[in-house]
Structures are given as structure tokens and as C-alpha cells.
């Protein structure tokens, strides 16, 4: 049986790994523990270097992966491909190992647009929150205006 501290270890991994923002009230919901069991296990966890308190309330697992490298693709005109990776490595595929490969990681390339949507509806989630705050202001505004024209 699983312990809570790994429990949400693993829940952080998991968020992280899909680019999501970890925070305890997001912890609590993903794994059902009390926001106070949540706490002590993040603290429990922070201070054994497991995970990294980047701000206040938000965290990520300690990065066990080397950095990432710069890559690149060149399609030459014989419609070769090469692929460098970092400073020392160069893959240079046929088309056919090129459009398999391309196959190979069709899963990461959904994953990373399935990603990017979910940071740009957080934007526009945002944004018409904002404007929907504004509105209601506004109407609110309009109100008290009308409810004084009707008192005098």
C-alpha cells in the first residue's frame, strides 16, 4: 500500500508531466486527501528534495531528465531528412524512416497540441472571466444608477 506522501508524489509527476500547474487545492481534489494531509506531505516532501516549491503554492517534482537539447530538421532535396540533436548527434533518414518515425511519435505530437490548447483556452477562460467581472460591474453600476432615479 502506498503511502500518502507517494501517493502524491505521484500525482504531482503526473500534472507535471501533462503541463499542468500543481498547487494543494489542485492536490487535495486529484487525490481526495484533506488540504491539512496535503500540506504536511507537500512540506514532508519539499524539505526530503523530492519536489520544488517554484512559488508560493505551486510545485514541481525534482527534474531527474538532463536538459533538453537543441534539435533540428533539415528535408533535403532528395527529400532525405536529418535530424540534429544537440552538438553530437545527427540522424539522416530516408523518407520512408521519416514518415515512420513521424508515425512512431504521432502520440507525443497530440499530447504536446492537446497541451497547447489546454494553455490557450486558460487564457481565454481568463480573459472572459475578466470581461464577464467587468459587465456584471457595469450592470451593477446601472442598476444603483436606476434604483436612485426611481427614490427621488
Keep these: 500500500m502506498k503511502s500518502n506522501a507517494e501517493t502524491i508524489l505521484e500525482a504531482i509527476e503526473d500534472l507535471h508531466n501533462q503541463e499542468q500547474i500543481v498547487t494543494r487545492e489542485t492536490l487535495s481534489q486529484l487525490t481526495g486527501f484533506k488540504l491539512s ?4 506531505r507537500l512540506s514532508h516532501l519539499v524539505d ?7 512559488q508560493r503554492g ?4 525534482t527534474p531527474k531528465h538532463r536538459p ?4 533540428s530538421k533539415m528535408v533535403l532535396p532528395d527529400g532525405t531528412v536529418k535530424i540534429e540533436i544537440g552538438d553530437d ?4 533518414l530516408t523518407p520512408r524512416e521519416a514518415r515512420n518515425l513521424g508515425n512512431l511519435m504521432v502520440a507525443e505530437a497530440m499530447q504536446y497540441a492537446n497541451i497547447e490548447m489546454g494553455h ?6 481568463s480573459e472572459v472571466s475578466g470581461q464577464v467581472r467587468k ?8 442598476l444603483d444608477i436606476g434604483k436612485q432615479g426611481e427614490l427621488l
Design 37 to 40: 494531509i496535503v500540506d504536511d
Design 89 to 92: 548527434q545527427i540522424l539522416t
Design 135 to 142: 459587465l456584471s460591474k457595469q450592470v451593477g453600476d446601472l
Design 68 to 71: 533538453s537539447r537543441i534539435m
Design 48 to 54: 526530503s528534495g523530492q519536489i520544488i516549491r517554484v
Design 120 to 125: 490557450h483556452m486558460a487564457i481565454l477562460q
Design 58 to 61: 505551486v510545485f514541481i517534482p
